[in-house]
């Protein structure tokens, strides 16, 4: 009965404070009467500040009153999505197509306060936490136009089968194939100068006797065609397909304040998942992106100590921890079905063959697990003019990574095994694959995950020093040592180039960490000397404006790699490739992979030899960066800001991938010996280290440079009417020799591969702006106080548009018939030719006839990214409208419709950048088919207390 | 039991509320001083558009009780420019000018009662430890409601001034919309990062709406992202529509006249009493003339309280 009163009492003090009712009645002492209106005001104060528990001596619970509103605070919220409020998009519209299905929902909630437990903890004014979460469940469809084979090619009929100008395309037979007893090796090889002749297949049919039956069986788990979007049988297969997402996630977070100096926080977090992936089609051969189950983990713990007003102590660790399975069900006797003999792990294997969509994925079964520890510990204290602060660091990283990229084996199939040797233009991928004759094979053969380890130690001090009020230094210094990385069980190996291998005397051998008198590791510790200076500065001691200069040195630290790169020995990648793809193929389907030489793990010093060899960097380059910047902000009348820099930076050594650097490249050079090139026994004794097919350097190797120069201006405008503008222009320019999809040219000459960065847009422009609209009871306009104010009040609308131009357009050659040399070959200049057009638009971007497929055995002098030449710009415009309603003061209900894309622009594709030769010009080189883009709506509901 | 007594209470309880809610007499109109100086006796007032009886002014020499509340929690270069500015143009302030000291980390909590003895406003300020969490949002109610309760019991000017340095991201209350999934490639949700901000100022002007009490913040450290910026625009709008002022500083040099302008603006203020007798409505409009030169003083607010 007690406990009923006593929570009666509380009912009704919440009630009337919820109501309205502001000072509740106090019992006051009498203190001395107050002589003046200053005493009065400060008796007040007190009197006030002590009920509402706002003094250090004020009793213990509060006194509940509008006046001291700390109470839990927090937002429900849910966001909704559905393609019948979306625009069909562009794309689909011009395929003919409806809109793709679409559900999602997007809910959660947070809240946050003082940790108060009825009877046992009142923390309200020491202990708060706050914790949101937010789930997703989405299903959205996914459309894709490929090209894929045609129902006659399957069977092995090419009669209908065209090149890209629509000229019949030959099928030669391999069994057919002879030397030419006319052959003169003083002229290059040519229709009328065969090296080899080889006759067409009959009616352009490759006979059912000869076709593979391993490419048979795995021809029935592929689709038909189900579209004419293109001409001559391109973009025939349009697939909708979903793609499903379901997370929850949470962040919570608590902090204490202990005694008057020491604080403690702790944040928290996680989110669990499951991404679906859309199918190409939907068989065990499906060849789009695996399934994904994920969970992701982070706490943080921090502790500050206030040893006084100027000197700060912080310490913080910081935990992540993230894991990772890709994979999907159904792969299990992959390999039987379709009679793939060999020592390859249960999969559908992958089958690629050029401009068709390919099947099989990599990495169809992989697990990855990463957990990051950082320990940081900062302090920060003045010394006269100088304010200084110390930061060390401890970091540790663990990787722990199961990445069997091709465990079915990967199998590549090009046109020169069915072509006409030496002749461009001839032979087709897909018929090479119905023979069975693939021109490379590999496969990964992982018996053991691979367990990373690393660990960074960082020093660093600032100073900040006022020379006068007007003028302010700060400099930075900061020195990181990272030991190299090691493998837990020493499962780590790579080339040493400077090891004598074997099997030919040659340099260039696998080695193995701590084996052999070598360390646990095979890189080196790094050192990383930083050091930044800057200074802002008022002119004239005008605090209208300021000016600020900064210059900065920095290097990238070597990552800790999430894969199983640079464990070969370990891990088996056995690889075939054909002694001459025009001539030989490296193996037939039916003939199944061929078996391991040696069983795992094999640790000799040439268990690498004939294979793409992992490759590290053994120096202690590092990626270094300097830029340097000039801003100045100003002040202008009517609330308005200017701020206007000029940034310059530059990098060198940066980390490439395979595609901007290759130690064993063959130099252009021996394009002389032409089609002796096409012989891969030769072609190896050209390489620096012939032993290895080239090197997997991941994306690790200190070879990149690069250049950027930019200017930004921004104007930004506040209004008190509710209306903020934010216009921001940039202007940049970034040279480098390593961008962009299709890699260089000239691996030892980088300086000729010096162009455009492929992702520099030079100009672009960006407007933000959010407006509280004049109507309402606290406006300008319809100023309602009855009924109606519930429908004009607290509308506010906000939009951002950006607007950039397009990046530089990099031109590629439709053939590449260099031997093998050259992986990324340019399309070659035609001199005199305007490669401008003067009325650019979709039918003709640009002058197609500006350039040309370079000759045979030639590398084409066109720059990797044209200097002038842009892809179309884009434009994209966003708009939010929100609705409040106030239920009271503090609960409101927000409603909100963003039209995202909101005026349906749609923008133009990048042209066809495909340059053929004029005996088989690309007819549609230059073009633009098609634009991309829709509106697309989001309503939501948030509900805040 | 528990919820039938509810049930049986909370009805009256609503109905008493609202029968003990006192009528508001008077609303107290902050403006600025003016360059030349506002005549005092030449106020004149328009409540909705009717003329309006001024019952009383306070004017730049009267009594004033400014409350400065500090919230500073970043980077100590910016607060030791600030301190000093601080302690120099309090100092300056005239005798009748009562400063009190308080700081809005965790909760709102006094450090200095109102007092003219400036050593003793100037050690508070110095002993100030800048660490925890930023307090600007979540005190602001209840410094202006401690500013109200000054000016309905006694007969002085009151200001609340922020010194703050706070940035969204180190709020304790989650306004900036952090990423929870990160594998939600579709999230277009935070495409607008600024709306959660955007609605607690909105939420706040509301709440304040009712108040008299002028604010007034200098911001040491203005941050250009979007979500600061819609925060900083809030903060902004928050002091304008109470009467107040706001002001932001880009670099360490502009600390101390900003200070000074701040303090100054607090400290030179006009209250202006007006009747409030015939407003039926939950908002009145408020219009100041000072002889026939029109004033930028407070105009709305809402009469709900």
Redesign the interface.
Known sequence: MRH?TR??AV??LS??TA?????PQRPRTQPPKPQ???E???E???V??RD?????DAPGKRVH??????GW?G?IFE?F?NDKLDATPHEVVQRGGSRNMLR?N?F?F?V?GPVVIPKLYDG???T?F?V?????R?R?GRSFLRTIAIPEERTGDFSQTVDNAGVPLAVYDPQSTRVNPNYNPANPVSEENLQYLRDPFPNNRLPAARMDAVAQKAVSYYPLPNSTAGPFFRNNYFVFSPET?Q?????F?L?H?LA??H?LTFNG?F?N?K?GSPRYFDTIADSNNND?D?N?RRGVLDW?F?K???T?HTFTLDVIRDLSIAGRSGQEGALGAIGLRGPLRDAFPVFRYSTYLGMGRNNPNSVSSHTYYYLTDSF?T?RGKH?LRGIGQYRRYQVNAYLPENPAGSFQFGPSITSLPGIVNTGHPFASFLLGYAETASATVVDNPSYWRGRYYRLQTTD?Y?YS????FSASFAVEVSPPRVEKYDRFASVDLGEINPYNGRPGALVFANRNGRGRSLQRTRVRPETSFGL???PG?N?KS?V?LSYGLSYSSVPIYTTQWATQGFVGIPTVVSPNIQLQPAMKLGDGFPALPRPLPDLRPDAGNFTSADLVDPTATLPMYQSAGLSM?R?LPGQMIL?ISLGHARGQHLFVSNTAANPNAIPLSNLVYRDALNNETFRRTLRPYPQYQRFDVFSSWPAGNYKRNAGVV?V?K?S?S?L?L?ATYEWSKQMDDYSGPYGIQDFYHRQNEWSLTSSNQPHRISF?F?Y?LPIG??KALL?Y??WR?HFVD?W?V?G?TSLSSGEPLALRPMFNNTGGLVDALRVELVPGVNPAVSDRGPAQWFNPAAFDQPADFTIGNGPRTHPHLLNPGGQNH?L?V?K?F?VT??R?V?L?A?G?NFTNTGNWADPDNLIGPASAPNVNAGKIIGSRGGR?I?V?M?L?F | MRALLLALLIPGLLSAADARRAPRTQLRVAAPEQDPPLDRAAFKATLDGSPAKVLRVRGPKDDLVLLVVLDLTGDLTLIDSARPALIEKLTALPKNNWVAVLKSQDVLQVVQDPTPDREKTAAAIKEYAATGKAGLLTTVESASAVGDSLLNRSNVRVAVLYVTDSNIYNYREDFTNPVINSSDSQDLSRRFPDQLIREKMQKLSDGLAASETPLYFVHLNYFSDPINEAYQRGLLQLAEESGGAGVFCRSRGEIPEAVEKIVSAAATHWSVAVELRSVKSRTANVDLLNGDRDIPNRARFSLRK
Not at chain 1, 132 to 136: A, D, F, K, M, W
């Open positions: 009923s929570w009666l009912c009704i009630a009337a109501y309205g009712w502001q000072q003046t209106e200053l009065r005001a400060v007040e104060f007190k006030l500040t509402l528990g706002l003094r250090p009153s509008s006046a001291a509103k700390s605070h937002r966001n999505r999602r997007q959660g947070n946050g309200s004014r020491k708060f706050n949101s979460y937010e789930g997703v989405e959205i997402n997370a929850n996630g949470m962040i977070k902090d304040a008057e100096k604080r977090s989110t998942g991404a994904r994920f992701a500050t206030t006084s007003a100027a700060i920060s003045r304010r900040s006022e009020k007007n003028l302010t802002a500065w008022n001691g605090a300021v600020r902000e002040e701020s921004r930004e506040r008190s509710g903020t934010n933000n959010a509280e009871s606290k100023t106080s009855d104010r607290g506010s906000s951002i966003d939010s929100t409040r106030a003061t503090e409101v927000e909100t963003t995202f697309v989001q939501g948030r805040s």
